[in-house]
């Protein structure tokens, strides 16, 4: 049975019944033919495995990125099996603008159009021209324009419509030439007159500071998203917690951080077992060294209900948790 800690950043010591790396769409539809029962990975670091998963994990890595250089914009064909953050440290390198935001974030270019991956005031999908992708139903390969993505707040059609039904093999990028540097969110503010490198610098030392590194102590990130509640809701909640730190999406709706949700509950530095809700970024859980699923899951759900309880919001897990028989809800 192949261990699969290494295979996920939160290091848990789960097991599949097979494993398959693919390196191109012939290999994948090999390990298709011999598998009835499969969960696709990239590099796991949105995936738990919280028990040993009986059926075969397929991982992709196929590679490859090309480049057409127009007058005004870059185009890159990445395979989806390319790291994001070599992807983004190779067309920073190339005078390639507009990633830099992004750097840092773990994980596959195949998942980053999934959840839309975003940070430091940019989203992927500001760069995602279209996605190709097999059909799993006809096995033949496809592709879907930006419009057609749904693209929203960790959120795509790969979710939803899609979601279980592709593999993604390829994501084309186009980045305007026309580049204006994105110092919106806090800690980028105080920058002056940043280019690109420096925006990637500041990116690369802020996330250091902030959040765990996944290789030492395991992680996936933001455990849950961050909730979007009506603007009703909000105004209730601010007559009994004035100082609630809030984002507005739109005229109706104002995202709320989970981090402060959870801080406010007291679960800094809770652990459960050898899960520990992180001191200084309380998004994230960590696993200790021998973390258990259960454990991941006993402390997430008591986040979630102390939530619940204390402001009638209900946190949605960011990541995917893979149980014995596929993927769970909390
Ligand atoms: P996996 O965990 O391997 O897969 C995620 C999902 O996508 C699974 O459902 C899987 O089945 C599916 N999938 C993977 N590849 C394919 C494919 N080729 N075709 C179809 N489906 C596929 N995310 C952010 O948005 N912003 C952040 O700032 C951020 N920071 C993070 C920091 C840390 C320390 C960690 C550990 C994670 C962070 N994340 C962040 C989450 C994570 O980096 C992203 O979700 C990333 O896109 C996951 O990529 P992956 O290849 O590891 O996905
Ligand atoms: N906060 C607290 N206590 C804390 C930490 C944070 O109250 O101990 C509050 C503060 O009000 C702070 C706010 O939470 O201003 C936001 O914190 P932070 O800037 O760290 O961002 P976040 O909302 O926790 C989101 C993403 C991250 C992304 C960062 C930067 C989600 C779910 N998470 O985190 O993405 O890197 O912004 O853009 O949207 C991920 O998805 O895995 C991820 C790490």
């Not at 009986?54 to 005004?72: A, D, F, Q, Y």
């Not at 209900?305 to 809800?329: M, W, Y």
Request: aromatic fraction near 8%.
């Amino acid at each position: 049975m192949p261990g699969l800690r290494s295979y996920h950043s939160f290091h848990l010591s789960s097991s599949c019944d097979s494993l398959f790396v693919f390196e191109d769409v012939a290999q994948l539809q090999t390990a298709l033919d011999n598998t009835s029962h499969y969960y696709l990975l990239g590099e796991g670091s949105n995936t738990l495995f919280t028990e040993d998963f009986t059926g075969t994990v397929l991982v992709n890595r196929i590679k490859g990125i090309s480049t057409n250089v127009t007058e005004t914009a870059v185009s890159l064909q990445v395979g989806a099996g390319e790291n994001w953050h070599e992807l983004v440290t190779f067309a920073l390198k190339q005078g390639y603008h507009g990633l830099e935001n992004l750097a840092l974030i773990p994980g596959s270019v195949g998942a980053c159009p999934i959840q839309n991956i975003g940070a430091y005031g940019v989203e992927v999908a500001n760069f995602i021209e279209s996605v190709d992708y097999i059909d799993l139903a006809t096995f033949t390969q496809k592709r879907i324009a930006h419009d057609q993505c749904q693209f929203g707040y960790r959120d795509s059609i790969f979710k939803h419509t899609l979601a279980g039904k592709v593999v993604i093999t390829q994501v084309n990028f186009k980045l305007p030439k026309n580049y204006k540097p994105v110092t919106t969110y806090g800690e980028l503010a105080v920058l002056n007159q940043p280019n690109a490198q420096d925006i990637y610098n500041e990116v690369i030392r802020v996330r250091r500071k902030k959040l765990p590194d996944p290789a030492v102590l395991g992680n996936a990130g933001s455990f849950f998203k961050n909730p979007v509640i009506g603007l009703e809701q909000y105004q209730k909640l601010l007559s009994t917690h004035a100082e609630m730190p809030a984002y507005k999406v739109d005229k109706h709706h104002m995202k709320i951080p989970a981090a402060w949700l959870i801080d406010k509950l007291g679960f800094k530095g809770k652990t459960v077992g050898e899960v520990r809700c992180h001191p200084t970024q309380p998004l994230v859980l960590t696993n200790l060294g021998h973390a258990s699923g259960e454990q991941v899951i006993q402390l997430a759900r008591q986040i979630i209900d102390s939530v619940e309880q204390q402001f009638a919001i209900t946190l949605e897990p960011e990541v995917r948790l893979v149980a014995k028989h596929g993927l769970i809800t909390l």
